[in-house]
């Protein structure tokens, strides 16, 4: 019994060690398909540079072809690359391809084996900046200020950071202020504050001296602070053949015409009218009275008035 369990397990042993034996071939040969992808390439370009991705396979012979993918923004790049000797491809994008700032994804797939590569591409040098204020008007004398926003982006439209920019300011009277900003995401804010009297006050956006944005803000005169009242004569006749134009002049603390659209009211005798101002000036033109006397005029606006007397003469006027 012993003779035939020794004699049995010998044939076991011998059937253990050809089954390792036959196995080894097997193992071997999938060590030898094991596939690696290696990609090569700038990892930092400026939007719009020419790009290459190398590819280099282990494991993989010439004529073999690879799926290469990139994701550039809301574009997707798909090619099928043919490995030649080395079991090496190339992967090239001309100047003007590769144009959206960020970091982009390259994806490659043999079928067995993955890879990835990750390319940043920088904004170029401003090309463009777009200005614009909150407000287009501003009251004059350095009394009120507005935000001025500054978007700056390259040839490809890709918003530029740190982009040194400088902000002058010129008044109607010829008075510069400047100012200086830089951008964070392409944008930049800055604070402009009126300059001088009423008038148009000229913005100038600059990076350099060849990406250079104009714009204007139109500074207005101050609260009215005086009224006058001027009639078109001093004297007229009864003969009820002439008119009488009254005309208010409205200024600011400075002596400016106040903002248009200043409210006027004129009174006489038991009438009235309203007229508006352009200009700081109002007027209404009424038929003169055709009886001999002094009249009243009178002109208001808000807390200010002014006034007026005209002679009615049969006779003669000296005026």
């Known amino acids: 019994m012993i003779a035939w369990i020794r004699e049995h397990a010998l044939w076991f042993l011998y059937g253990l060690a050809l089954l390792v034996l036959v196995s080894l071939p097997s193992a071997y040969s999938l060590a030898q398909d094991v596939v690696t992808l290696v990609l090569t390439g700038e990892e930092e370009i400026t939007a719009g540079d020419a790009w290459s991705l190398t590819v280099q396979s282990e494991g993989l012979e010439a004529g073999e072809t690879v799926t290469v993918t990139m994701v550039h923004g809301v574009t997707i790049y798909s090619e099928e690359l043919v490995l030649g000797s080395g079991g090496v491809a190339l992967w090239d994008f001309p100047e003007d391809v590769l144009t959206q700032a960020g970091s982009t994804q390259v994806l490659i797939d043999s079928g067995t084996a993955t890879g990835s590569f990750s390319l940043t591409i920088n904004p170029d040098d401003p090309e463009t900046i777009q200005a614009f204020t909150t407000s287009n008007s501003l009251r004059a004398y350095g009394e009120t200020s507005t935000a001025l926003l500054s978007l700056v982006s390259d040839a490809y439209g890709n918003p530029v950071d740190n982009a040194a920019l400088v902000i002058r300011s010129t008044s109607p009277q010829g008075e510069t202020d400047v100012g200086f900003g830089s951008t964070q995401n392409g944008l930049a804010v800055n604070t402009v504050t009126s300059i001088g009297n009423p008038g148009i ?53 400075a002596g400016f015409p106040v903002t248009d659209g200043q409210v006027v009211f004129f009174r006489w005798g038991s009438g009235g009218a309203t007229a508006i101002t352009v200009d700081g000036m109002a007027s209404v033109t009424i038929p003169a009275p055709r009886i001999v006397g002094d009249y009243d005029y009178s002109v208001t606006s808000g807390t200010l008035t002014a006034s007026e007397t005209i002679t009615i003469t049969d006779g003669r006027c000296d005026n």
């Open 201 to 253: 006050l000229r913005l100038q956006v600059a990076h350099g001296s060849e990406v250079v944005t104009p714009l204007t803000i139109v500074q207005l005169a101050g609260d009215a602070d005086a009224i006058a009242l001027d009639l078109s004569s001093q004297c007229l006749l009864s003969d009820g053949l002439d008119n009488l134009t009254m005309t208010a002049r409205v200024v600011d603390s």
